[in-house]
């Protein structure tokens, strides 16, 4: 993209999301002057204020400077008639989605890696991230969480590495061209857009089809089927714990919910994994992560130590003190994220496990309403906050309350209007041994606060 060689100004309208600042944090560290705009501020925004940039809360035509200006970058989450894309359609100011920004920004590194798939893919990326680092690799990365070790979405890098997630939304990661592309599982979501499950798996297939001739397609044989797997085309190497996966992991074991395993290679042991991270889930992204790092012709027995240190990302079973309970954050927001996270607290010594939900879009819960219904089992209680819209309008007859509703039928359930609704049930209710999850993808993360985490009154 000739623009960005022009060391200008750069506009992202939506600076404040997880994948748009992580860009803005790489333009900043390019020595481009950057501005943006979102509707609200949050971390994210007061970071970037601090690295440098301009950033107003509220768009706004007179947010751009289109003397300055040289390139805006939008995400996906912003309409159409947004006033600033506007601004910039009338005034010639080349305007470029997010996802062909980072595409553009990635296809310089030689050996990128990218990692898709319904579930696990910032965790997978971040240990990615933390094992390139140790082993002085020097990589970019993009990733759409915070990393606990570095405290930042972003790594500037600066070597031949660049790892970042490939988002299938609307399928933004067709403009990325990896060495290494890995794909993790595949399941129906974002029903705003993919019709149904052939839709989504047609989606991975292609994206896998983008991986360089001389490149590498990860595939979990567990949770990519026979068929599909068949189809994808190139050179593969197949993880997870079935005895022919090229990568696989064997001799599990668990304490406390985290668990620890031995790796095999082509049928040799090359490794032994203590995960730091809770879930067996997260033994599937570790074997990812080898599989990648296999392919990368890495030391595994180094990886394999590097992986035992890493600690986590964000929102990803992020623990907060609190002296009256035990209080976990976690960004599930897909039935089968719910299932997994349960899966996970049941492993540890809780007394009762209690859960605030909020729903992830109209959308997502409309088109994945029955399985929403059956993925609370083991909850003692369950709070369901209302939608969280992001990017949608209200659909007719989708709410938190309907959903509310319905899962009480099968989970004790209870719909609260609010985030102060939901702290007094939980102060209300939870105890020393119990534990509270905190759980989806939008603002409730804004429940764990001073007045949740103190002391009871």
């Known amino acids: 993209m000739e ?9 992202l309208v939506g600076i404040g999301g997880i994948s748009m600042s992580a860009l803005a944090q790489y333009f900043l560290a390019e020595g481009y002057a950057v501005s943006g705009s979102d509707v609200r501020e949050n971390e994210q925004t007061l970071l970037l204020r601090g690295l440098g940039a301009e950033v107003c809360i509220g768009h706004d035509a007179s947010n751009i400077d289109k003397t300055a200006v040289k390139l805006c970058i939008y995400t996906s989450a912003v309409k159409e008639d947004n006033v600033e894309l506007t601004f910039c359609r009338e005034n010639s100011i ?8 980072l595409g553009d920004i990635f296809d310089d590194y030689p050996f990128g890696v990218a990692v898709c798939g319904s579930h696990g893919k910032t965790t997978t990326t971040g240990m990615l991230a933390h094992v390139l680092d140790g082993l ?20 500037k890098g600066g070597g031949e590495y660049c790892v970042s997630e490939a988002c299938e939304y609307r399928e933004s990661f067709r403009y990325l061209h990896p060495y290494v592309s890995v794909l993790l599982n595949m399941e129906l979501d974002h ?7 052939k839709h989504i798996k047609d989606s991975f297939v292609a994206f896998t089809q983008n991986t360089r001739a001389d490149g590498f397609v990860v595939l979990n044989a567990d949770g990519v089927d026979s068929f599909t797997r068949a189809r994808i085309k190139g050179k593969k190497v197949t ?3 079935k005895p022919f996966c090229d990568v696989r992991g064997v001799k599990l074991t668990q304490t406390n919910g985290n668990f620890s395993f ?5 049928g040799r042991k090359e490794g032994h994994v203590d995960l730091k991270v809770a879930g067996k889930h997260n033994v599937y992204n570790a074997l990812a992560a080898l599989a990648a790092c296999f392919c990368l012709g890495l030391d595994i027995k180094t990886v394999c130590m590097l ?8 929102r990803r079973y992020e623990t907060f003190d609190c002296g009256y309970t035990n209080i976990v954050a976690d960004y599930a927001h897909h039935p089968s994220e719910i299932k997994a996270l349960l899966d996970a607290v049941k492993l540890k010594n809780f007394d009762n496990i209690y859960m605030v939900f909020q729903p992830h879009t109209y959308s997502r819960t409309k088109g994945l309403f029955d399985s929403f219904v059956y993925c609370f089992s083991g909850v003692k209680k369950l709070w369901i906050l209302p939608v969280y819209a992001a990017r949608e309008k209200p659909i007719e007859n989708v709410s938190g309350e309907a959903l509310a509703a319905a899962v009480d039928r099968v989970t004790p359930c209870e719909y609260v209007a609010d985030f102060a609704a939901a702290k007094r ?4 209710t939870a105890k020393k041994n119990d534990i509270v999850l905190i759980v989806g993808a939008g603002d409730v993360i804004d429940m764990c606060d001073e007045e949740l985490l103190s002391p009871r009154g």
């Open 94 to 101: 080349p305007l470029v989605p997010r996802e062909q920004a």
């Open 191 to 197: 029903t705003d857009y993919f019709k149904n499950l």
């Open 262 to 266: 031995d790796v095999k290679i082509k």
């Open 3 to 11: 623009e960005f060689k022009l060391k200008e100004k750069i506009h």
């Open 136 to 155: 002085q690799k020097k990589p970019a990365v993009f990733i759409g969480g915070v990393l606990k070790r570095t405290g930042s979405n972003f790594e």
């Open 307 to 314: 992986l035992s240190g890493f600690s986590g990302v964000s």
């Open 425 to 428: 049930k939980i102060k209300e």
């Open 239 to 241: 993880f997870g714990l």
